[in-house]
Nanobody, 118 residues
Framework: QLQLVESGGGLVQPGGSLRLSCAAS????????IGWFRQAPEKGREGVSC???????YYLNSVKGRFASSRDNAKNTVYLQMNSLQPEDTGVYYC????????????WGQGAQVTVSS
């Protein structure tokens, strides 16, 4: 079965950190770029970050300097390190496998809830 499995969400206070993991099962990630998307309550889904197959990261302006995407192809896993989290970062975070950043999504993760609240 081809799937992406996310982990690492949770509840954190403003200013805190979380790291999301996105592990592939049934296929190898090294041929894919991996995008990270989030959906806040009553808002549409937005792209937060994307890391290309050769490791180049791209970020939404509002998370630049706070979020960092990385990949470990040996573990078939991509990570999103999120620092200095703010309440507006709250939402369900999804990873997605794409051929190129900005391209059509081939596989979606199941989503991980991130809640930033005091």
């Amino acid at each position: 079965q081809l799937q992406l499995v996310e982990s690492g969400g949770g509840l954190v206070q403003p200013g805190g950190s979380l790291r999301l993991s996105c592990a592939a099962s049934g296929f190898t990630l090294d041929e894919y770029a991996i995008g990270w998307f989030r959906q806040a309550p009553e808002k549409g889904r937005e792209g937060v970050s994307c890391i290309s197959s050769d490791g180049r990261p791209y970020y939404l302006n509002s998370v630049k300097g706070r979020f960092a995407s990385s990949r470990d192809n040996a573990k078939n896993t991509v990570y999103l390190q999120m620092n200095s989290l703010q309440p507006e970062d709250t939402g369900v975070y999804y990873c997605a496998a794409v051929k190129v950043c900005g391209g059509k999504v081939d596989y979606w993760g199941q989503g991980a809830q991130v809640t930033v609240s005091s």
